[in-house]
């Protein structure tokens, strides 16, 4: 009897705190000490900042600090000034995000920048993939939070508990907006019912200064009004529109905006009707500017019988540059393909000079294996934020080309692709959570380096597990030592191991067909479209293996500015990184350290894999700084992870085999 209720008690105590665990984030409760707050005004805002301050102060004890609202030209919309003891900000949200910021520094031992903090961006959005009946595109974290298919459109307490604290989490990161639909869109999320259930999420989100967005499908004229058309130049078309706008902000008057997928991967759109992608965002951008509403039109296009897929977006889009209105930013994937573990930087970064751009990053890790691989993305977003465009000349890189620093681009925004579901842990996989974390640091300041963004995530995420402290955190001890500096060190390197056991040098778009996970480079059923099989991109034969994308092929490196383009030509110059990016290359040739790409290729694979035994050993060793629960589904995850990599390997070096028909190197572990 004692031992079945113990063992009661242990699942009870175990699943709630799994919940603690997994719901926290990276806000864990911490026992405060005294403060007093000084501010004169008053807000649902500032109530929250208030609060804040005192559940969660790590500073001298009984410290005083002023919140001050105040006009100061220095500081930009959300931005703050920190100094001592003193929070100034033109607006409540402003003091929101500098009370974060300072409760962040007191918790990871990081020094205030003092002074003037502004945020790259002005937008910084987070899009869900969520559809009407609650499933998730690409989503690995169980179904939307937002969004259930029975008894839809009751708003339950638990639903606002939960919208509350995810509203807090994107506030706590500097994250002002999410657009609560899939881009897939469907034209209900536009009827009544949803826009109501879409008022309550604003309502809850609105006081930590999350705005919401919806996706629109560009057919719902026809399919939610009865209309034959739904062509953008038809004055009964716009008109539509502008009275679905006008609805719209009459429930929720601080309406963000439209995400819109159109004309691209089956989704109705302007070229439907041979208009074009201005006209399209266009018409939207007139019926929301009265509101001041935005059109976020994605540059995600690529039809079936494009000599290379890469190309398609920027010359869809160039053509079009100055033709926007000034409401409307084009939302640009990373890379040119599709969110592929590693691509070089899209060419519409920096290309157009009169329309505002946006990045697009995937948190969700569609092609990064799901919530099973440990992937820390920050370092594959830094490496495409960090890369030169040389659209001015040296040092134009694509955050200084999105941000605002190289053209006043009226707007500037990020988005990226939310992996959040109703997980108990929110994201499927608890290293997930730092994609979420790593994601709203990024859009708040684009020159922030992964190493402190992970440094800051671990401590806030798991600092105190073995002990209850309070007050300034010691980060001097065992704890940094044997496991803040380990498992930072994995998540640094966890991008490129997958990259390795996946596609390495260039290699992309091999995976298995739909699902997206697990190798399938042999992949190509008769009557499939070429660009949606592995054999497109990898163009493997017993002449070589890689896409020619120089000169003499498909000349998508002419989309590229001077130098790069010349460099990404030459195969002598051309990254290794990306070599079979750019090049078809003969499985001899000669790599820098003397090897055959075939040799290469087989260390690659192989190093990616003895990457994850090595994580594998890192965690097994944080038992002792980690509670059971989340130690235990971390080492799971990673067992997966490591049984899928060794998959990888052996599926890609045999298949490849039998077209460069030389020898796996003795020392490699042998394929079974
Ligand atoms: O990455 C691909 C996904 C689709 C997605 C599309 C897009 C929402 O496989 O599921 O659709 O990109 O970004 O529109």
Not at 72 to 95: C, M, P, S
Not at 452 to 474: H, M, R, V
Request: hydrophobic fraction near 35%; aromatic fraction near 12%.
């Amino acid at each position: 009897m004692k031992v079945i209720i113990s063992s009661f008690f242990f699942l009870f105590t175990s699943l709630l705190l799994h919940a603690q665990n997994g719901h926290q984030l990276w806000l864990r409760d911490k026992k405060a000490l005294p403060v007093h707050v000084i501010c004169k005004q008053n807000s649902p805002t500032l109530t929250i900042a208030r609060q804040e301050l005192h559940d969660s102060w790590q500073g001298a004890p009984g410290a005083t600090i002023s919140l001050i609202i105040k006009k100061d030209r220095a500081v930009k919309v959300d931005g703050f000034k920190l100094n001592e003891n003193v929070i100034q900000a033109n607006t409540d949200k402003g003091i929101l995000y500098g009370v974060y910021e300072l409760l962040r520094n007191q918790q990871t031992g990081g020094k205030p920048k003092g002074g003037v903090d502004n945020p790259s961006y002005q937008f910084r959005i987070l899009d869900h993939w969520d559809n009407p009946d609650g499933s998730i595109e690409r989503g690995y974290a169980g179904n939307s939070i937002f969004w259930r298919k029975q008894d839809p459109f009751t708003v339950t307490d638990e639903d606002k508990k939960l919208w509350q604290e995810y509203a807090r989490a994107n506030a706590s990161i500097g994250i002002n907006g999410s657009v609560l639909n899939n881009v897939n869109a469907s034209p209900m999320i536009l009827t009544p019912d949803y826009l109501n259930r879409a008022k309550v999420i604003a309502s809850l989100l609105r006081p930590y200064g999350v705005k919401i967005y919806l996706s629109v499908n560009f057919a719902s004229p026809v399919s939610l009004g009865g209309f034959k058309t739904a062509d953008p130049l038809d004055p009964a078309v716009m008109a539509w529109w502008k009275n679905k706008v006008k609805e719209i902000y009459s429930i929720i008057p601080d309406f963000g905006g439209f995400l819109v997928k159109a004309s691209s991967e089956g989704q109705p759109g302007p070229q439907n009707y041979g208009r074009t992608h201005a006209d399209g965002a266009n018409m939207l951008a007139d019926a929301l500017n009265p509101f001041g509403g935005l059109v976020m039109w994605r540059a995600f296009v690529y039809s079936a019988n494009n000599e290379d897929r890469a190309k398609q977006a920027y010359d869809e889009f160039m053509p079009l540059d100055g033709k926007f209105r000034d409401n409307v930013i084009i939302q640009v994937k990373n890379g040119p393909i599709d969110f592929q573990a590693r691509e070089p930087f899209s060419p519409l970064f920096g290309a157009m000079k009169k329309t505002s751009v946006m990045p697009e990053f995937q948190v969700t890790q569609e092609y990064l294996g799901h919530a099973v691989y440990v992937v820390f993305l920050s370092t594959m977003w830094e490496e495409c934020l960090q890369s030169d465009t040389y659209q001015q000349g040296k040092g134009s890189i694509v955050a200084r080309c999105t941000d605002g620093s190289i053209f006043p681009q009226k707007n500037t925004a990020i988005a990226g692709v939310s992996n959040i579901g109703l997980d108990t842990n929110w994201c499927g996989n608890h290293f997930a959570q730092a994609n979420w974390y790593a994601f709203g640091r990024l859009a708040w300041n684009d020159t922030l380096k992964s190493g402190q963004i992970a440094d800051e995530w671990i401590k806030l995420t798991f600092y105190g597990d073995s002990s209850q402290k309070s007050g300034e955190a010691d980060y001097t001890g065992d704890w940094t030592k044997n496991f803040l500096v380990p498992v930072k060190q994995m998540m640094i390197d966890s991008r490129e191991a997958a990259v390795n056991f996946m596609t390495p040098l260039g290699l992309h778009h091999i995976m298995s067909a739909n699902g997206h996970y697990g190798p399938g480079p042999w992949w190509a059923p008769k009557g499939i479209r070429p660009d949606w099989t592995p054999p497109y991109y990898h163009q493997a034969s017993t002449n070589g293996i890689g896409f020619d994308r120089t000169k003499k092929g498909s000349d998508a490196i002419s989309q590229y500015h001077e130098p790069l383009s010349s460099e990404f030509n030459n195969v002598a110059t051309c990254p290794e990184k990306f070599l079979l990016w750019f090049h078809h290359l003969p499985w001899d040739y000669k790599m820098k350290d003397g090897r055959t790409l075939w040799d290469d290729l087989c260390y690659r694979y192989d190093t990616g894999v003895n990457q994850v035994r090595e994580f594998q050993k890192i965690w097994d060793k944080a038992g002792p700084f980690v509670d059971s629960t989340r130690f235990m589904e971390v080492q799971r995850k990673l067992r997966e992870q490591e049984i899928n990599a060794v998959l990888w390997k052996d599926a890609c070096l045999l298949y490849f085999q039998q077209f460069s028909r030389m020898p796996i190197p003795y020392d490699i572990e042998r394929p079974v």
